[in-house]
């Protein structure tokens, strides 16, 4: 299962206010500045992953996984004669 979304972002700042010039020769004073935006929402979950590669079992035999010089206490714990199981 995918992740859960992240948290929203800061919100963008207020835009800067304009100069108005009511009639020809006069200059408003500019307006404020708008206020800063609104926090983000949270963002949405993530999607599952992909599947893996699917088990396999491979018999291989002793001397191939551990050698020819194996100790004694290795080969006796790993001893599967029919005494042992």
């Known amino acids: 299962m995918g ?3 992240g948290n929203g972002g800061k919100g963008g700042v207020g835009g800067k206010g304009g100069v108005m010039q009511a009639t020809p020769g006069q200059t408003c004073a500019a ?3 708008g206020a800063d935006g609104v926090v983000g929402q949270k963002g949405s979950g ?3 992953g992909p599947y ?3 088990a396999q079992i491979l018999t291989v ?3 191939e996984v551990y050698g020819s010089q194996i100790s004694p206490q290795l080969r006796q714990l790993i001893d599967y004669t029919n005494g042992r199981r």
């Open 61 to 63: 035999s002793r001397a």
């Open 31 to 33: 307006g404020k500045a």
């Open 52 to 54: 893996g590669p699917r």
């Open 46 to 48: 993530g999607s599952d």
């Open 3 to 5: 992740g859960d979304g």
